[in-house]
């Protein structure tokens, strides 16, 4: 199954296991995030594969899932072990998770 919800991956951030990936906008990374996460673009992303350690599983996340989808998409395409945070960081923000900075919002 590619797709976590919000709680898996905050107990599979606190396990340290994961690659967690943003990839908004960089205003939108900036009012409110995962702490943790790593910022790449989605129309960054094909670029920066390299950068990516494929021993890892990554998990893409965006505001509501849609573009982290696409990206777990390719991914899963590419060989990596690649999940989507389905609901995005609206469902994150929605189950009480914590963002960072503490007082952020999701853009």
Do not use: K
Not at 23 to 35: F, L, N, S, T
Not at 76 to 89: K, S
């Amino acid at each position: 199954m590619a797709d976590y919800t919000p709680h898996q991956v905050a107990d599979l951030m606190a396990q340290g296991g994961i690659q967690l990936i943003d990839v908004r906008q960089p205003e939108e990374h900036e009012a409110g995030r995962i702490a943790g996460d790593r910022l790449v673009v989605l129309s960054d992303l094909a670029g920066e594969v390299d950068s990516i350690d494929r021993g890892r599983p990554v998990v893409f996340y965006c505001r509501s899932g849609a573009r982290s989808a696409m990206a777990t998409e390719a991914f899963l395409g590419a060989g990596f072990d690649a999940h989507n945070m389905v609901g995005g960081l609206l469902d994150w923000h929605a189950a009480g998770l914590p963002l960072d900075p503490a007082d952020g919002y999701v853009a």
